[in-house]
Structure formats: C-alpha cells, structure tokens
C-alpha cells in the first residue's frame, strides 16, 4: 500500500491519495480543487486514480472530488446517509457511488470500509483502511472532520452557518455516540484527520499531522466523557464563530463546484484612473493584498485591503460578496497562487488585476488616493475614559470574554459589513483587535463604504495592556 498525504496551510486542510502498487491503482480522500498535485503523485508512482471519496459535505473548501472525476474518469464516492440535511446531490456525467454504513471500497489489495460517524454533520463517514497485501486486520482511519488530533468535529455548523435549526444538539449527541462507537476499536489503529491546528471545523484542533486512535482515547478531552449530557456540555461550550462563507461551501459541495476549466481567464488590466472607477461603478469588489502598512500609507478609494497572509483565504471568504465581480490589486509573482487560492474557496468571479503600481498610477492620472492613521494607544486613553471616540472591538467573543477595553462595541469583524450601518460616525472612529491586523482590514472596510473618520489602534490589545491602559474582565 502506498499513502501520501497533501496539507493546504492555508486552509489547514489535509488529503490524502491511497495506492496499491500491485494493481497500480489509486483512490484520493477528500481532496482540494487544485488536483494537480495528486495527478501528479500518482503518475509519479505508476498509479491510475480510478476513485475519489470524501467523508462529508465540506463547509471550508471547494472539493476536488468533480475535477478527478472529469480529469481521471475516476468513480466519486459519497455518503447516502444522513437525511435531507446531508443529502449530496446525483450528478450526471459522472459514476457517481452513495455509500451506507459498512459498504467496502476496493482498490486493488486495500480496503476501505465505511464507518457512519456524524455528528460534525448528518452524513459524516469515516473509511477504516486495510492493506489486504500485507495484513487482514485495518492499519488506520481517514476520519475526515470526526477525529482531529486532540479534539473531534464541531457539531454547530449546520445550525451557526446554514441555519438549521437544533441542529448543534442532535450534532453534539451524534458525536458522543460516534465517540463511543469508535472506542471499540483498537489502540494501534492510526487516525489521518481531515484538518490540522488553525481549522474553524473544531476548536482545539493539534497541530500533529496524525495521531492513533490510542493516543486520542488516552488524551483527547472528548473521549474523557462517559456521560451523554456532559459530554454535550462540553461539545458546545466556545466554539468559534464559524466563517461567513461556510454556508456557501456547504451549498457548492452539496450541489457540485463549476469545473475549472469552465471558468473565465482573468487578465491583467491597464492602471488608468477611468478604468479603476468603471470597476468600483460596476459594484466590483477591488481587493488590495499588500501588507497593511502599504495600505495605509496610500491606497485607492473604495478598495479593501486583505494583506495575502496565512489567514487571507479566511477573511476573503468571510467579508467578500460571491456574487460580486472580483478584481485584484497584486504583484505579478503572487497571481500563480493567488487565483488558485481564491477558486479553492469557491471564488471564481475574478475579472481581473491590476499591478501594485496602481495606486501611483491612479494618483498620477488625477485620483485622489486616502491613508488612514494608526493611533498610539497612549494618546488615545483619555478619549477613550471620555468617550470623545467611538471604539469598535472586532474580536471574537471568546477573546472579548478574556479582556476588553471598557465604553467599547464589539462587532465581530466577519460581521462587520452587515452591520456598518449600525455604527455612529458623529466621533472619530477607533478600531482595534488583539494586534492591529483584524482591525487594518476592518478600517479598509469602513473606507471603503464611506465611513472616513476612522483609524487603526495600533498594535491592537495587546499594546494597549503594554502601555498598563486599562482593560475590563466581563463576568
């Protein structure tokens, strides 16, 4: 047996590709859009990919289940369980298998056997995998978002992000029974997780690419818990608040993604003052991914800035509209990623881009470019006391539980642009976060829908509490 394992840092999303040599056949577990990295390995190794197979309906990326199947010919396996809140939907052009409880997957010598394990979702299976070439008992788990390393799949989704409702209760009590099924098993048995440390899909997920069944008995908090209710308690208490763009994901993935292939060519665009404002006139959303500091030092108006860091893929899922025209403002180098990255989220209505020189080009040709500023904290303290400023909070409400700024409102940034309309612009505005890198794309937000009174806390929280500004501790 062969397996190779794929991580998207990015999307702290892991799959993986199942080989047996002998037959010279493969079959891929939950992979990302981008397939060419297993159509690679498999060439590679002599493999023909004749399967792919996926444990749920992913929330957080586009599946790359329809591109093998379109690519390789490859037969997609999906779970036929979980009700009409986890129904896939038939596809046609397509082999197309649904799978209930105990079926078996046959790629040459190895074995994949389904084991139903909701709870993260209704229709969650998990594939416990024997390498019949060498062993007649499993070697290990592709437990999908069930089993994470030091944590299990939260239940909350279908009812925070798609809004089913009650759905995180029979979620929570689902997972207990999976918990207590899979305990049967053996110790020795490895666990391949579908996600890694930095996931919204748990909330304590490790950072370890694999763990064993074992070792998650011994040390997940999970599986410390003999008590239904308790259990539940525990399953529920301080999950995050999931992403905006996860109910879209759920929708695409149900119904199948566009292939690439059928998507428009981006092309880069011409600079010129007119030809940026036909973009912003047309509703396109003009998404600026330098660094903060360049942002805020000039930018053009009505652009968002979200910096092309580790966490860009989640803040552009969550604060952009997927049904607006896309355009970037970038550097040619960072266009082979990019793109891909943003089709890996389901954002394919890209248009167009423009060079980082834009901004000089925009000013040059006539337009008048806007900067914010970033306030030192020490200078905002009596403001603050007097509430000659309005100090907006966009952290979680876990972190705003541990510490916060008191006379401040706390707007989640995911929930910022639904909400603008709600904050008073009669003071100069202050936005802050734990750093000052949440609050950099918030104040690009405000900006950008008119709101100009507005600067960046600088260093965010934590330099507030440096220079011993005071901070509340809520109840």
């Known amino acids: ?166 759905a995180s209760q029979e979620g929570a009590r689902q997972m207990f029974r999976s918990v207590q099924r899979i305990k049967t098993l053996g110790d020795y048995l490895q666990i391949w997780p579908g996600h890694g440390s930095g996931s919204a899909c748990g909330k304590a997920l490790g950072a370890i690419p694999s763990t064993t069944l074992g070792y998650e008995k011994s040390f997940n908090p999970a599986f410390s818990y003999d008590n239904e209710e308790e259990f539940i308690s525990y399953l529920l208490a301080d999950q995050p608040e999931p992403p905006a763009y996860f109910s879209i994901m759920k929708k695409v993935n149900g119904e199948g993604a566009d292939l690439l292939s059928d998507l428009a060519p981006n092309k880069k665009m011409g600079a010129s003052r007119a030809k940026i404002n036909e973009v912003l006139n047309e509703n396109g959303i003009l998404i600026d991914v330098r660094s903060a500091d360049q942002f805020a030092s000039g930018h053009i108006p009505g652009s968002i800035n979200i910096p092309y860091e580790k966490s860009f893929l989640n803040w552009t899922g969550s604060l952009i509209q997927y049904d607006c025209p896309l355009y970037l403002i970038a550097e040619d180098h960072q266009l082979v990623t990019l793109v891909p990255d943003l089709h890996s989220i389901g954002l394919d209505k890209i248009k167009g881009w423009f060079s980082t020189k834009a901004v000089q080009i925009y000013e040059a040709d006539g337009g008048s470019i806007e900067t914010y500023e970033e306030a030192a904290p020490s200078k905002l303290i009596e403001d603050v006391k007097n509430q000659r400023v309005t100090l907006i909070d966009v952290r979680n409400l876990a972190e705003r539980k541990t510490n916060h700024i008191d006379y401040s409102v706390h707007i989640v940034l995911g929930d910022l642009p639904k909400r603008i309309a709600e904050i008073s612009t009669d003071k100069p505005i202050v936005i802050h976060c734990a750093s000052g890198k949440r609050s950099a794309i918030a104040t690009s937000i405000l900006q950008a829908n008119g709101i100009k009174n507005v600067s960046n806390l600088r260093g965010g929280i934590i330099e507030w509490e440096l220079g011993n500004c005071p901070t509340v501790i809520m109840n």
């Open 1 to 166: 047996m062969l397996l190779r394992s794929f991580y998207d840092e990015k999307l702290a999303q892991a799959s993986y590709l199942v080989g047996c040599q002998s037959a010279g056949k493969a079959i891929v577990i939950d992979p990302a859009r981008n397939i060419e990295p297993y159509l690679k390995m498999a060439e590679e190794n002599g493999l023909v990919i004749t399967g792919v197979a996926e444990t749920h309906i992913h929330a957080d990326f586009v599946s790359g289940a329809l591109e093998i199947a379109a690519r390789a010919n490859a037969t997609v396996y999906q779970s036929g369980l979980g009700g009409e809140d986890g129904t896939y939907c038939s596809l046609s052009g397509i082999n197309q298998v649904f799978l209930n409880d105990q079926d078996r997957i046959t790629i040459g010598n190895v074995t994949l056997e389904v084991m139903h394990t909701p709870g993260h979702t209704p229709e969650h299976i998990s594939y416990i995998v024997t390498d019949g070439a060498k062993a007649n008992q499993p070697i290990g788990i592709f437990s999908g978002d069930f089993i994470f390393a030091g944590d299990v799949g939260r239940p909350d989704l279908l009812e925070k992000a798609v809004g089913v409702a009650n």
